[in-house]
């Protein structure tokens, strides 16, 4: 296995064994935002050997028609505008993807066409309202796509035979009736002919340990982290009992009676191939966006364990998704609400009054392997890197519409906050000092404001020694204030520092994440630079403008 610079899986090798065997290679590609722009599967001297998927993130842009590194575009907002899809092993699955969204990021429409094809249209308007809440429905009608009507108070379905719990918990779909443990663990589902067709057990952090059915029971283990390793049903024959090699929130190999089995993902993490031992295709699956299989290759195989956009654990006897803290089933919502509550809710965020809504109606780009909005401090996101190591590696179209939506609050610092910032500018000393700067303030925010005070109890706080003559400046600050890329320091009165140099009672500049220079270095820079007066080294000969040359 092999790393990037900025830490995504480079290129993966499965194990190959037996004479003539085929070691297969996944190999990622991304554009300059980091977003994986092509996966491929196949061998070091031929990595589109197997297949490649080719992803376009530009709203407008044709889609990719080829197993190349497409060329940047613009408009990209982080939403996957589609995809080409080329399969040399099952050319039957060939297919190019082009995806639709409204100005909420929603997902309003997906289209396939090529050897496989289907068309759905989503809309959000079955509950009455002009569709701000976010309730989905799908035409025409066909697995995983249905239409419904709902009550606008609760966002519950009010279709024939749906019913739901004082809680909220889903009782009833006109199929099966669902009992909840005051925790909201499904612990038994009863069909129409009063069958009980599963019964969970759960262990005290709310994982299902055991899953009984009318033909079986499992019990599953899992890791320290919560990653699914084991289902055991007692027969050492059945494929069905299996151990489980997780890698990235997803699942790597399994082990099972036939040998062992690596899973091959897409870029959201569903596994879409699997391949044997000996390096030769063993199953396809492919999906519908929000999650329903659609269709595949060797399906007759008991092969790789059902996994979409990282949801952990998929019953085919329910046709759902169990997650540590819901359910989700594949018509594009959870089957209770978050767990979250009114923490989760945010008043100028309607997508958030919705407490079944899947991954913001945006399952084309983002992932939700918990069951959990994202924390407080995200607010407007479902899956952030940073916060939880197992979602989705993109979070630019989260971090895009948090700054859309609160574009205009302002935040008022705390010394904890300035410290962190500190920290940031101090983590990694063999970055340009710009790029450190950057790093600092965005680490504190995109509109913030911080006294002066608090700017000298969070270095304080922070621990970081600082740079001589240091303490002078800190004393006369007065107050930062950034609104967008924009920063304006205020201080209580000029003064020259020996090192520093002149500095004037207001200094403002512009932050620019990148800009190239002439050496070819590309990196952070402060532009518009006003009130610092250097008369030595970069800012002698460009005084308003520290970065690159």
């Given amino acids: 296995m092999t790393y990037r610079p900025f830490g995504s899986v480079n290129t993966l090798q499965n194990g190959c064994v037996g004479s003539g065997c085929t070691t297969l290679q996944e190999t990622y590609q991304y554009n300059n935002r980091l977003q994986p722009a092509m996966i491929e599967l196949g061998t070091t001297s031929n990595p589109s050997a197997d297949s490649c998927r080719v992803y376009n993130y530009y709203a407008g842009a044709s889609n990719p028609a080829s197993c190349a590194m497409p060329s940047q575009g613009s408009n990209n907002n982080g939403d996957v505008a589609g995809y080409y899809y080329n399969d040399n092993v099952n050319s039957g699955l060939n297919h190019v993807a082009a995806y639709g969204y409204d100005t909420l990021n929603r997902l309003i429409s997906a289209v396939a066409t090529g050897n496989v094809v289907y068309s759905q249209t989503y809309s959000y308007t079955g509950d009455g309202s002009s569709g701000q809440c976010g309730n989905l429905s799908c035409t025409p009608a066909g697995p995983g796509c249905l239409t419904f009507t709902y009550s606008a108070a609760t966002n519950h379905i009010t279709n024939p035979g749906y019913s739901y719990g004082p809680r909220g918990n889903l009782t009833g779909d006109g199929t099966n009736i669902y009992s909840w443990d005051p925790e909201a663990h499904l612990f038994s589902v009863v069909n129409g002919q009063q069958v009980t067709i599963s019964a969970g057990t759960y262990n005290a952090l709310g994982q299902r340990v055991r899953d009984v059915t009318p033909t079986s029971t499992t019990d599953e283990a899992y890791g320290a982290d919560g990653e699914l390793l084991w289902r055991y049903t007692g027969n050492s024959s059945d494929p069905n009992q299996r151990a489980f090699v997780p890698f990235g929130g997803s699942i790597l190999a399994e082990y099972y009676s036939g040998g062992t089995i690596f899973d091959h993902p897409d870029e959201l993490g569903s596994a879409t191939t699997a391949s044997d031992y000996t390096g030769n295709n063993f199953q396809e699956r492919l999906y519908y966006p929000f999650g329903e299989f659609w269709t595949g290759a060797n399906l007759a195989n008991l092969g790789m364990h059902q996994t979409f956009g990282k949801l952990p654990d998929y019953d085919p006897e329910l046709d759902e998704y169990n997650t540590l803290n819901r359910r989700y089933s594949p018509m ?152 967008g890329n924009n920063v304006v320091i205020t201080n209580k009165d000029s003064m020259t520092i020996m090192v520093v140099g002149q500095i004037g009672k207001t200094i403002s500049f512009t932050i620019n994440e990148s800009v190239k220079g002439k050496s070819g270095y590309q990196g952070p820079a402060l532009q518009n630079l006003k009130g610092v007066g250097l008369g030595i080294g970069r800012l002698a000969k460009h005084p308003d403008h520290w970065g690159p040359e």
């Fill in 332 to 483: 594009g919502r959870w089957m209770s609400p978050d767990p979250g509550g009114l923490k989760v809710v945010h008043l100028d965020d309607p997508q958030t009054w919705n407490m079944y809504a899947y991954v913001r109606n945006n399952p084309a780009t983002l992932t939700d392997p918990t069951g959990l909005a994202a924390p407080l401090s995200d607010q407007y996101g479902i899956c952030q890197a940073s916060s939880n190591p197992n979602c989705h590696p993109d979070d630019a179209w989260v971090k895009q519409s948090h700054e859309a939506q609160n574009q205009s609050q302002t935040k008022q610092l705390t010394a904890d906050d300035v410290s962190k910032g500190i920290k940031a500018f101090d983590s990694d000393k063999g970055d340009k000092n710009p790029g450190r700067v950057v790093k600092a303030l965005d680490t504190m925010g995109q509109n913030f404001t911080a006294t002066g005070d608090a700017v000298r109890a969070g270095v304080k706080e922070s621990g970081v020694e600082m740079p001589k003559d240091a303490d002078k400046v800190l004393a006369n600050v007065d107050s930062i204030t950034r609104t």
